[in-house]
């Protein structure tokens, strides 16, 4: 779909709202997330789930829910939404269910970063994988949304987080983030679940998988200790790729879990995870490593390419 406007990661403040809204008023700060939150679907009123099944993520439509029309355009032409936020712009038009009301006192060139991928690894680790106190957590992709689940994990009082990635340079930086040791598959003959498996005396008790690439899901599954280990899948694969292990690991006790959005309802929770970093329990400022004016958004662009820093703010006054 062509063209559109891309971008679903930002902190904003409503300009106005339309008939029936009731929720938000103009002013009000918030987060728009790229899936939502209607409050009425068996979803939404499920607490075990936050998919609503009219607003969860679609990256095919490119046009308002309510009447299938785009709110953008040039010349008379219309410029396609794109998961419904849209906020490489200097204003956006979004379906109130996925527009997260926070704290007006957060800094919104700070927080912006919890609307997609910090909460995402963050809730993949305290909602999902719940690492007990003083437990050994396995973290594979040390991108930014893996970063934030070794935050998870270190905030949740794991006593050892080993990070994964075939990018040593990341390594160092990682050690922000809680990451007590590491591990570069490259520097090994031997499966990285193996390696794993003992370093820490038959395997870790939790691990998190933030890369996509169906082995490492694999390797994140294989390495978990039998009777309790548990292995968490957030990366998103290739739609053609295939999870395959031999089914003894699971009867060994072994469980393996998926999460969308770090199991956050984004009304209902984002909230509260921007009052963790109010009460400084979750630092957000680590994560941004780079800012450019909107007039430069390449640059971000340049910098993501060449996995460069971790998040990239992009400032709409030029």
């Known amino acids: 779909m062509f063209p559109r406007i891309f971008g679903h990661e930002a902190g904003g403040i409503v300009e106005s709202v339309g008939e029936g809204v009731t929720e938000l008023a103009p002013g009000d700060h918030v987060l728009p997330v790229f899936t939502g939150e209607c409050k009425e679907c068996p979803h939404c009123k499920s607490a075990e789930s936050n998919m609503c099944d009219l607003l969860r993520i679609n990256t095919d439509r490119g046009v308002m829910i309510g009447d299938g029309k785009s709110r953008f355009s040039i010349d008379g032409k219309p410029i396609y939404h794109f998961v419904g936020t849209s906020t490489f712009s200097e204003y956006t038009v979004m379906h109130v269910g996925c527009v997260a009301k926070i704290n007006p006192e957060a800094p919104l060139d700070k927080v912006c970063v919890l609307s997609c991928g910090i909460s995402t690894g963050l809730g993949a680790s305290i909602n999902v994988a719940?690492?007990?106190?003083?437990?050994?957590?396995?973290?594979?992709?040390?991108?930014?949304?893996?970063?934030?689940a070794a935050e998870g994990a270190r905030i949740a009082g794991a006593s050892r987080i080993i990070g994964v990635d075939l990018n040593a340079s990341r390594f160092e930086e990682a050690r922000k983030f809680g990451c007590t040791e590491f591990v570069n598959p490259k520097d090994h003959t031997k499966p990285v679940q193996q390696v794993l498996a003992e370093m820490t005396n038959g395997g870790v008790d939790r691990?998190?998988?933030?890369?996509?690439?169906?082995?490492?899901?694999?390797?994140?599954?294989?390495?978990?200790?039998?009777?309790?280990?548990?292995?968490?899948?957030?990366?998103?694969?290739?739609?053609?790729?295939?999870?395959?292990?031999?089914?003894?690991?699971?009867?060994?006790?072994?469980?393996?879990?998926?999460?969308?959005?770090?199991?956050?309802?984004?009304r209902t929770d984002l909230p509260n995870v921007v009052e963790m970093y109010m009460r400084k329990e979750l630092e957000v400022e680590k994560f941004i490593t780079h800012s450019v004016p909107f007039s430069e958004i390449n640059k971000a662009f340049d910098l993501m390419a060449k996995g460069e820093g971790i998040r990239c703010i992009i400032r709409m006054e030029n």
């Open 130 to 148: 719940k690492p007990p106190k003083g437990s050994t957590v396995a973290i594979f992709g040390l991108g930014a949304v893996g970063l934030a």
């Open 207 to 266: 691990s998190v998988e933030c890369t996509g690439n169906v082995n490492a899901m694999i390797q994140a599954f294989e390495c978990v200790h039998d009777g309790w280990g548990v292995a968490v899948l957030v990366g998103v694969p290739h739609k053609d790729a295939e999870f395959k292990t031999h089914p003894m690991n699971f009867l060994n006790e072994r469980t393996l879990k998926g999460t969308f959005f770090g199991n956050f309802k984004p």
